[in-house]
């Protein structure tokens, strides 16, 4: 097939490698270079990177609601779009500019988890899996019919960032699969009873609040590592929690237990041991090694 290809992020990368191997990929579009660092250099995404090293034209238009940017899309003639993570929403003069249509590659088990943020909602909420859905791509968010799924269980050792790996490499394969075999596969209408929506992280809400359940901040934990990090303050410094362990302690909401050996924190039920913790300007390190360095005031209440 001929195809054109819409990703952005490192999620998108394993996608455009294996349709490039399997396809002739025309043309990637991806989000336009941004600033980064402190000299503010334009960085390019994942995909434009891939897309380059490999001699394949990449475009980075602001929008697709454009009259000549459309005209330009269409005039690439491909047989199908080929959409993960992109990051631009699609008129419909995209979605429709070629024979075959768009297929977008869904980080969830649809129709559960439409939406920006699949992949950290569903550990968040306590899913016991998560999946790789290829839907068609319509003017509606996330709703289009599904061609196929795959579901990825979520155990309790998943992180974001290990659930992020795992369905990367999932949507390739399966996004193979579906290519492979187009024209037999019938896709299956969304139930929108079941419908549920992964809003966009922010960073206000990775902060830990203790007056919620262990269970709960430890799910958030596991579900924002690596971003945006879960975090609570102390003395006006951030640490960052990258790993933690539901126990069996009690004391006021916030409170700091057992500082001299190891890092215990009440919440409204039971406790938060922490694990893997990273202090400002530094490295990710276990708290026995910070512990070895810094000290937290044992009974102290975090706010």
């Known amino acids: 097939m001929k195809i054109v290809f819409m990703g952005t992020p490192d999620f998108a990368v394993p996608v455009l490698k294996r349709l490039m191997t399997e396809h002739e990929v025309v043309c990637v579009y991806t989000r336009a270079p941004k600033p980064a660092g402190r000299g503010k250099m334009l960085l390019k995404s994942p995909v434009h990177e891939l897309a380059e090293q490999n001699g394949i034209e990449v475009r980075t238009p602001k929008t697709l609601r454009d009259a000549n940017e459309q005209a330009a899309f269409k005039a690439l003639n491909a047989d199908i779009s080929v959409v993960a993570a992109y990051g631009l929403i699609l008129p419909r003069e995209i979605i429709e500019a070629f024979e075959l249509g768009c ?148 004391g006021k909401i916030g409170q700091i237990l057992k500082a001299d050996k190891e890092l215990v924190i009440c919440c409204a039920q039971e406790a938060l041991r922490i694990l893997e913790i990273q202090r400002q300007g530094k490295k990710p390190m276990p708290v026995a090694e910070l512990l070895r360095g810094f000290r937290f005031e044992d009974g102290a209440v975090l706010k």
């Not at 977008?104 to 859905?133: F, K």
């Not at 319509?138 to 290990?162: F, H, Q």
């Not at 809003?199 to 269970?215: D, H, V, Y």
């Not at 596991?222 to 302690?249: D, Q, T």
């Open 103 to 250: 297929i977008n590659v869904h980080a969830s088990l649809l129709p559960r988890w439409r939406g920006a943020a699949p992949i950290e909602r569903a550990i968040e909420a306590g899913d016991t899996q998560s999946g790789i859905s290829i839907m068609q791509v319509v003017e509606a968010l996330d709703a289009g019919a599904v061609y196929k799924k795959v579901i990825v269980p979520i155990t309790s050792a998943t992180t974001g960032g290990i659930l992020h790996d795992q369905l990367a490499t999932a949507g390739a394969d399966i996004l193979s699969e579906v290519l492979a075999h187009f024209n037999e596969i019938k896709p299956t209408a969304q139930d929108e009873s079941l419908v549920t929506y992964a809003t966009k992280l922010s960073k206000e809400e990775a902060r830990l609040n203790f007056n919620q359940p262990a269970e709960v901040l430890e799910r958030k934990i596991r579900a924002f590592n690596p971003f945006p990090a879960a975090y609570f303050e102390y003395n006006g410094e951030r640490f960052k929690v990258l790993s933690a362990e539901v126990v069996k302690e009690q």
